[in-house]
């Protein structure tokens, strides 16, 4: 498939990445302190290494990942690929879409992005396109559902 | 359009039926007690109550419940303090079964469940009684096929009988008795070795009752099964003690799974199981009869299996091409399994690990498609093609396809599912 054409996730949800790595990392720096409070200065310091170590590799997981993301808007049908390690590339009719979801985490909205997920009949299909810019996502979320009523088909 | 009906109520026997199981396992549980004379009269009056209790709701909510056909709709009223009106378009119906546990069967009573496309879950009557029981789900039937609700019934042709002696057989070749024949040479070891075998016994007692219950629950829905050919689509009945019976109308299968399972190769023995719309399970509800795909041919030759699959899916091609030979790295057991193929109409494939498990799925019917390439797979160049149906557990992949191919296959694929779509 030509990757010149493909649309990719606002560059804020590489921010936003940035921000809950660094929330689980304060989280595991957390544990470090409980651990310098109740053990000795020396584990302390050493179990505080681990959680930063664990926090830039979450971080440059994260950050590789973000670039991983990708959609296609396709005159019958929508791509979205992703991953890095596992590589998926999932096709969804337009006419087999049954809603669609626009969600927020409080960390994508405080950069002002939004999740958009499409829904079928099927559970396993699982299409969904993070870090949208807002205005973006109303777009994509508008056209789809216009998209699908026009190519709707029943079960 | 027919002119509304007017309200129906289920059978009066009706509460008694779930109720009765309930009542059964009270007793059970408050015997001890009453032979033991120790609570009192208090105690004893105590139980009685809570029977009362539970007998009392059950006719409680039989009253409220009430049904009826309005239009295209099946309407079912229910509930006391938290009423609730359900309608279920008709058009939209995708399997009907007539279900009788073994006390309804007593009664002379069957459970009619409708099962629905989409999230809407089933649509349940219980109890109604069996001639008009048998009486609606034709009329039913009729009116999801759009003809006039009065159409009698035509007679079905049966095409498949699996005798019992079959079921029986293919039962002790199948997991729960295997596990019980384990259990039975570890007990054996653990006297021979000088232990206590009761002990050892009494410690696995959970684990071998739910297998009892597995074991015969499998032979019950096994028992008697039949196919046979209604105009309406095909008929699967069956069950010794609980009896099923459920129509699946045409166009409404959305993958045909063939299952044959190691143990019983040496016999050409096979499985055939059929996956309709709906949702996997209801909230809140946890019978077990959800939770597994119901087997349309529990245990079939291959002959039967064959003529049933050319009226499941007629014409449709074996899965004959087979992946490159470097996939025997990313899945050794696997790879003499693996095969694929798709034509104008469906899919078909194959995999499993030490049986064999072939997948049909109409392209009519698929949902969305996906390709996953994992790690071991890019290295070795290959990729898995996934066909996402509304079925409820069957799952059509077309296995470790070379790479190139597999990106041309999900053109093609698509392609294809969309003129199948349109046509």
């Given amino acids: 498939m030509p990757s010149d054409d493909w649309m990719r996730p606002s560059p804020r949800l590489r921010q936003a990445r940035h921000v809950e790595a660094g929330a689980v990392t304060i989280l595991l720096l957390a544990v470090a302190g409980a651990i310098l409070a109740l053990s000795s200065v020396r584990n302390g310091l050493f179990a505080a290494l681990i959680a930063i ?84 996502a109303a777009r994509l979320r508008d056209r789809l559902a216009a998209l699908g009523e026009a190519h709707a088909a029943g079960l | 359009m027919s002119e509304p009906d007017r309200w129906h109520r289920l059978h009066p026997l009706s509460p008694a039926i779930p109720s009765g199981r309930l009542v059964l396992a009270l007793v059970v549980v408050f015997l001890p007690s009453f032979a033991g004379g120790g609570g009192g009269a208090w105690d004893a009056a105590g139980h009685l109550a809570a029977l009362l209790v539970i007998v009392g709701l059950g006719f409680v909510s039989w009253l409220v419940t009430r049904w009826r056909i309005e239009g295209g709709d099946l309407r079912i009223e229910t509930g006391l303090v938290r009423r609730s009106s359900q309608r279920f378009p008709l058009s939209q119906v995708q399997a009907i079964d007539t279900v009788r546990p073994g006390l309804a069967r007593l009664f002379g009573l069957a459970e009619l469940r409708l099962r629905m496309g989409g999230s809407g879950g089933a649509a349940r009557l219980a109890y109604l009684p069996v001639a008009q029981a048998e009486e609606l789900r ?82 019950n829905r096994a028992y008697g099964a039949t196919v046979a050919a209604a105009p309406e689509g095909l008929r699967f009945r069956s069950g010794l003690v609980e009896t099923n019976a459920e129509t699946i109308p045409e166009g409404r299968v959305q993958a045909v799974q063939l299952v044959e399972p190691i143990l019983w190769r040496p016999f050409g023995w096979c499985r055939v199981d059929v996956d309709v719309a709906g949702r996997v399970r209801e909230r809140g509800d946890d019978r077990g009869d959800e939770r597994e795909l119901r087997s349309v041919l529990p245990v079939g030759t291959r002959a039967e299996a064959e003529a049933l699959l050319q009226l499941l899916v007629p014409g449709a091609p074996a899965p004959v091409r087979r992946p490159p030979r470097r996939a025997r790295w990313k899945s050794p057991l696997r790879y003499r399994r693996l095969g694929f193929d798709f034509d104008a109409r469906y899919a078909a494939t194959a995999a499993g690990r030490l049986g064999r498990v072939q997948v049909w799925v109409p392209l009519t019917k698929v949902q969305s498609l996906r390709r996953v390439e994992g790690p071991v797979q890019r290295l070795l160049r290959v990729a898995t093609v996934h066909l996402d149906t509304a079925g409820k557990r069957v799952s059509a992949a077309l296995r470790d396809v070379d790479g190139t191919d597999s990106l041309r296959d999900l053109e093609q694929l698509t392609e294809l599912a969309r003129a199948a779509r349109r046509a």
């Avoid at chain 1, 296609?72 to 006419?95: A, Q």
């Fill in chain 2, 138 to 219: 034709a009329r039913l039937l009729a009116l999801s096929r759009g003809a006039h609700e009065d159409t009698p019934e035509p007679e079905d042709r049966p095409l498949v009988r699996v005798p019992v002696r079959r079921v029986a057989g293919s039962l002790l070749l199948s997991a729960p008795v295997l596990v019980l024949v384990v259990y039975g040479a570890i007990l054996a070891g653990v006297e021979l070795g000088g232990g206590s075998a009761p002990a050892v016994a009494g410690l696995a007692l959970p684990i071998l009752l739910g297998d009892a219950v597995a074991i015969w629950r499998r032979f």
């Fill in chain 1, 53 to 136: 170590a664990a926090g830039v590799l979450l971080d440059v997981m994260l950050q590789r990942r973000v670039g991983s993301w990708g959609y296609l808007e396709r005159e019958d049908d929508l791509l979205i690929r992703r991953g890095l390690l596992v590589r998926r590339l999932s096709v969804v009719p337009y006419g087999r879409m049954q809603f669609i979801d626009v969600t927020a985490g409080p960390v994508e909205r405080s950069f002002r992005l939004a999740t958009v997920r499409l829904h079928t009949a099927s559970a396993a299909s699982d299409a969904r396109i993070p870090g949208l810019a807002i205005e973006e």
